[in-house]
């Protein structure tokens, strides 16, 4: 059947798109639009023309399953031009998401409508791109540059209501009557006759634009597009919708699109798209596994990762019970849940009714009987083996049966802490990662007994919180952590051959990574780990006992200031000259290549190794823990993805010319190799 439809409604005409699951603006739709369109030019007794989306949405956007591909059918462009110059009104009726090439469906219509729940937005900068079939040119013809440039540049949606008062739609309709309330729009402006309004050719919102926004605007957003380059040539298509005639800012956008969409920041981007929703799928579970009932959420420990995780589901209108071994840390853990919504309240972005209502969803105890009837328990105690298995114990003991049991440790054996219980099926690792209320990855950690049922509710259950889940086998530190060891190995080694923390850190931060090795550890504190009992009066063992424990103290590999802005430390320069010294290494300047090729290549072969074992099902798995848990840059598509642009053969290549370096354990991964020499690539 056609993925377009047409019916009569007396005068009107009314164009269905069904192109389950999103409306994707795919060769079939456009061509049947385009044909849609011939027919009310074709046909005088047609009046008016409703366009319309079947299904849960407007059009969301182009298929991005085309771009890279050779195109068929109209042009999206063709399409839009073909809407905007019918002579009858042609009016959109939007519900669910009018988004990317959606949106600019709905531009070249004459008139928009859409029900309260609508969302209206350009996200094609998410995938590197910028809007390309006229909404640069369009969009802010209707609503101004300023309204426009969030949208266009940020990619930030407006629901409905907002985009009544910036004049982006011209009625909102009953949330169950979009079809007839629409028709009845568009026997309206039929009636009224005289010219319906085209969006191309209005000036009215950008006459006399005050140049100086965009500079302000690039300004304002310095921080959140630094190193992207679509936004910047969002702007600049912008620019050109005020101050150049339409058909030259047309010119302008098909020019800087074609350059972004050629460009590996948007095929990066375009792959973490997908690789995102890939991750959520686990390829051998049966497809009717049943979802256990989540209503209710035990926490262990009220500490750094407790609380934050809490928050997740408070946040997600889920009750939370939350569990310490004493009154103290428990008061303490519970003060700092409801500080940090105070202070998103104090930012504006939730209101005081919300804070109460998510500190009233959250009960606290010290007595283990009141998680007996939680559904899923998710333990954040001590990182102390011996501490975890008592604990599992202890809630096999009082929580229901069939209740899952989680751990959120960051490198132990799951199975180990099953073994702990009678009901290993029903233990599954979830590791948050830190802030845990505002990271958003999730590594679900697959025991060898964990059942299907608990793995595919936890999945579910990511998404219903807001986090991006991938799974994981069980090995030491799962994908993520175990890749951060071997980029942490070399970081230290580099310190004994001539390197200094910010020299490390400086190529990580240019390459686009938040922060460095060393402002991480920072950060995270370098006692972390650290006892008397275990030092081996290592570098860090000697830094934490002079007291430079991190950002906390003031002091760490860094200097900091009161405003925690960091200055390299002489007195750590000089531990590291004499520990070097001792090492024997010989000492050199080792150039910003090196550095980012023996930070990061060894981290790509432990993914490599990773992908070899089954700890992860896919090669794009591993680029969204790095996106989403360590601020991997989006533009760079993940480390594998970024290993398939670097070439594996030249991966490979730099590691044999450093194995030297790399260590006595170093092991080069098999699948690495062979596809390096076969010239194939991790993703596609
Ligand atoms: N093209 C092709 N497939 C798409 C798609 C698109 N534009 N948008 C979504 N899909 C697919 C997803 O890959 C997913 O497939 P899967 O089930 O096989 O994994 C399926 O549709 C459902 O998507 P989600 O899981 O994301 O569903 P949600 O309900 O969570 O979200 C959504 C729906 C908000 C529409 C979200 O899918 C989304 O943000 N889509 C992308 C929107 C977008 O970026 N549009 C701009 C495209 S570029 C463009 O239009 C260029 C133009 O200017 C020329
Ligand atoms: P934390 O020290 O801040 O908090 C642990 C809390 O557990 C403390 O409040 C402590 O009183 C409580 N606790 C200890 N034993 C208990 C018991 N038997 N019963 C009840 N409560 C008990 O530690 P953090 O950082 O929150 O770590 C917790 C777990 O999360 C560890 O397994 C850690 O490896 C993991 N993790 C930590 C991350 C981080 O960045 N801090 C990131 C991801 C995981």
Avoid at 58 to 69: P, V
Wanted: aromatic share 6%; proline share 5%.
């Amino acid at each position: 059947m056609s993925k377009v439809t047409t019916a009569r409604d007396g005068e009107v005409l009314i164009v269905t798109s069904d192109n389950p699951p999103v409306n994707a603006l795919g060769a079939a739709v456009r061509q049947g639009l385009a044909d849609a369109m011939a027919e009310a030019k074709t046909d005088p007794s047609i009046k008016a023309v409703v366009v319309r989306g079947a299904g849960r949405t407007f059009f969301a956007g182009a298929d991005i399953t085309e771009f890279g591909r050779p195109m068929t059918g109209p042009a999206l462009p063709e399409v839009i031009d073909a809407m905007e110059g019918s002579s009858v009104p042609v009016v959109a009726a939007i519900h669910g998401t009018a988004l990317g090439g959606g949106l600019e469906v709905a531009l070249g219509a004459h008139y928009r409508v859409a029900v309260p729940s609508a969302k209206l937005g350009l996200p094609e900068v998410e995938l590197g791109l910028l809007p390309g079939a006229g909404g640069t040119q369009r969009l802010p013809r209707v609503v101004g540059v300023e309204a426009a440039l969030p949208m266009i540049v940020m990619g930030d949606p407006v629901p409905a209501k907002r985009a009544l008062e910036m004049g982006l739609i011209d009625r909102i309709v009953s949330e169950d009557k979009l079809v007839e309330e629409a028709v009845a729009f568009a026997r309206e402006v039929a009636a009224k006759g005289g010219n319906h309004p085209k969006a191309s050719e209005r000036t009215d919102k950008i006459g006399g634009t005050d140049q100086s926004v965009f500079n302000q605007f690039r300004q304002t957003n310095a921080r959140r597009i630094r190193g992207f380059d679509a936004p910047e040539a969002c702007i600049k298509t912008v620019e050109a919708a005020a101050t150049l005639p339409f058909a030259e800012g047309i010119a302008r956008e098909r020019e800087l699109f074609m350059g972004l969409m050629t460009g590996d920041q948007s095929r990066a981007q375009r792959h973490l798209f997908f690789a995102e929703r890939a991750a959520n799928k686990i390829d051998d579970l049966p497809a009717d596994t049943q979802l256990l009932p989540i209503k209710k959420v035990g926490i262990l420990g009220a500490g750094t990762m407790g609380g934050g995780i809490a928050m997740n589901f408070l946040s997600a209108g889920i009750p939370v019970v939350i569990l310490e071994r004493e009154q103290g840390p428990l008061d303490k853990g519970v003060g700092i849940i409801r500080r940090n919504y105070e202070n998103t309240a104090k930012k504006g972005r939730l209101t005081p009714e919300k804070v109460e209502q998510a500190m009233g969803m959250l009960s606290h105890t010290l007595d283990y009987g009141d998680l007996a009837d939680c559904d899923l328990v998710i333990e954040a105690v001590f990182e102390l083996m011996e501490i975890k298995k008592e604990v599992f114990a202890k809630l096999d003991a009082v929580v229901k049966p069939g209740a899952i049991l989680a751990s959120n440790t960051s490198y132990l054996d799951i199975d180990d802490i099953a073994r702990a219980t009678a009901r290993p099926e029903s233990v599954v690792g979830m590791h948050f990662f830190s802030p845990a209320n505002v990271m958003k990855l999730l590594e679900v950690v697959r025991g060898a007994r964990t059942s299907p049922a608990v793995l595919a509710t936890v999945m579910a259950l990511a998404k219903k919180i807001n986090k991006v889940a991938v799974v994981s086998g069980v090995c030491h530190g799962f994908i993520g952590n175990r890749m951060l060891a071997k980029r942490q190995e070399q970081a230290n080694a580099m310190l004994m051959e001539g390197a200094m923390p910010w020299d490390i850190d400086r190529v990580m931060t240019e390459f686009g990574m938040p922060m460095g090795p060393f402002q991480m550890a920072d950060l995270a504190g370098l006692d972390i780990g650290y006892s008397e009992a275990k030092r081996t009066g290592s570098l860090r063992d000697v830094l934490v006992e002079s007291g430079r424990r991190g950002q906390k103290t003031g002091k760490g590999f860094y200097d900091y200031d009161e405003k925690r802005t960091a200055t390299p430390s002489d007195e750590v320069a000089g531990h590291i000259r004499s520990f070097a010294e001792k090492s024997g290494k010989p000492q050199r300047t080792i150039d910003d290549k090196e550095i980012l090729e023996r930070l990061l290549y060894p981290m790509v072969n432990e993914g490599a190794l990773i992908l070899e074992e089954g700890i992860a099902q896919r090669a794009s798995d591993i680029d969204v823990v790095w996106v989403y848990g360590y601020g991997w840059p989006v533009y760079r598509g993940g480390p594998m993805f970024w290993a398939d642009t670097v070439g594996l053969e030249n991966v490979v290549a730099s590691l044999a010319a450093h194995r030297e370096l790399l260590g006595p354990n170093f092991k080069l991964s098999k699948l690495l190799a062979d596809k390096a020499e076969k010239g194939q690539r991790f993703n596609g």
